[in-house]
């Protein structure tokens, strides 16, 4: 039996709906814990032998493209002809697996426009399993968004009615407002952490600039804003706060003064981001846009791709870190992949290699505007960060420390087609760190503790 593959594959199409369904029973007598099921497509792990016994025409790394007419019929008669290429649409398409592919494959190259939406990127993590686990606790959680300034104006179109909390006395805040609203970055982190987690207070910390060109001037923003976050920490001692920073370092040539930055966690802006972990806060880091297959143009050449693309406090053993797939479940080739450099690892976990932890999607859309697209690993970390703020809303870090959530969210992770390791020794544990994350697993081991 050859190896069993995974395939995205559409349903609801007449002529080969019964063959269709034979597949996803195959799957799932094999991989039901890993078979998705949609009303328009299915992930299905099959053999190609699986496929011919089915379809008796195929043939390997054949795409099967569904009747012309039956495609019009599915879509509406008023589509025109030429909104179709391949004069069809596809009915199969092939996914190496993970844990073999290092070429090929969609998720190793450029991603194309954001084909699915929130909706679908909320169900890839179940979602809905944290908002009722959030449901029933009444923890005040407080998100501070370390980014280029929120907009309170937007931020009520959206349904947000709480108003943004300052941090007193921060200088050298500025919010980006030469930006559109609805797309500015801070705004858009908002949006994915008020969709899992609607009852959190969000707090302002505005002073990312639009590239991180000078980490000694950072690390001194950093600094302050540390310092000016511990006080209000101590004057809401019974309230759980959860730091968010979907940015990163992308080229080593801006690793100036105060040490380095890059590789080594004693440097004062990691220092900064380990010293909120001490004091009970939960940290969420983005991944960063590094990754081998299509690394932002603005990175480095010698820092993308595989052991060097996750770099400075992104890569600190104490802050969640997450990289990103799309709303299926398919990794994307700009996620930068790890494992961490040495000298950002701690003795607490004996220096071994952890990041990414997680994946998290993103590379979707808005359900109510297509033309708000979410993507990158910041879309992932805000994911992310609005799952660690709903689990906040119930379970306070008095009961569970940030690193114990950490723990537990990499224990529930799903592993979509390969075996998780904590030697982060394979490709694919490079790119998914121990899985994607999964909110109905987490929850359900959450209400043991």
């Known amino acids: 039996m050859s190896q069993r593959n995974r395939y995205f594959i559409w349903r609801g199409i007449a002529s080969v709906d019964q063959q269709v369904n034979q597949l996803i029973d195959i799957s799932q007598k094999y991989q039901d814990d890993l078979t998705r099921l949609t009303d328009e497509f299915a992930v299905i792990f099959v053999t190609d032998e699986e496929i011919r016994e089915v379809f008796p025409s195929f043939v390997d790394g054949q795409i099967l493209i569904p009747d012309r007419d039956e ?10 002809p030429d909104r179709f290429p391949l004069a069809g649409t596809f009915l199969l398409g092939v996914d190496a697996p993970i844990s073999l592919a290092e070429y090929g494959g969609r998720r190793n190259i450029r991603p194309g426009p954001p084909s699915f939406d929130r909706r679908r990127a909320e169900a890839l993590i179940e979602a809905d399993a944290i908002r009722t686990f959030a449901a029933c606790g009444e923890q005040t959680v407080n998100v501070v968004i370390v980014d280029g300034g929120l907009d309170e104006g937007y931020l009520r179109s959206i349904g947000y009615e709480k108003g943004v909390k300052p941090i007193p006395n921060l200088t050298g805040a500025k919010t980006q407002t030469h930006v559109q609203e609805s797309r500015r970055h801070a705004n858009a982190v908002a949006r994915s952490i008020l969709s899992i987690a609607p009852e959190v207070t969000l707090v302002d910390a505005p002073i990312l600039p639009d590239r991180i060109e000078n980490t000694g001037l950072f690390a001194w923003r950093v600094i302050e804003l540390v310092l000016r976050l511990s006080s209000l920490i101590n004057a809401h001692r019974d309230e759980a706060w959860v730091v968010v920073c979907a940015w990163g370092l992308l080229d ?23 010293y909120l972990v001490s004091k009970d806060v939960d940290v969420v880091f983005s991944a960063g846009n ?48 790890g494992p961490e450099p040495v000298g950002l690892r701690s003795p607490v976990y004996g220096f071994e290699p952890r990041k990414p932890d997680v994946c998290a999607p993103s590379w979707f859309r808005e359900d109510d505007n297509r033309h708000a697209a ?76």
């Open 290 to 337: 590094s990754g081998l297959f299509w690394p932002d143009g603005s990175s480095g050449p010698t820092d993308r791709g595989p052991f060097q693309s996750i770099m400075g406090s992104n890569g600190l053993s104490s802050v969640l870190t997450v990289g990103a797939v799309d709303a299926i479940g398919q990794w994307i080739g700009e996620s930068s992949q």
């Open 374 to 449: 979410f993507t990158g690993t910041s879309g992932a970390c805000a994911v992310a960060a609005g799952v660690v703020a709903g689990v906040r809303r119930r379970l306070p870090s008095s009961a569970l420390s940030p690193a114990g959530l950490i723990d537990e969210i990499r224990a529930t992770a799903r592993r979509e087609g390969y075996t998780g390791g904590s030697d982060r020794a394979t490709p694919a544990e490079w790119r998914f760190g121990s899985g994607i994350i999964d909110c109905a697993a987490l929850a359900a081991a959450l209400e043991n503790l």
């Open 252 to 274: 080593r040539k801006y690793d100036r003064p105060l040490g380095t930055y890059a590789d080594d966690r004693r440097h004062p802006l990691s220092v900064m981001f380990e």
């Open 71 to 80: 495609v019009y019929d599915k879509a509406g008669k008023a589509e025109a």
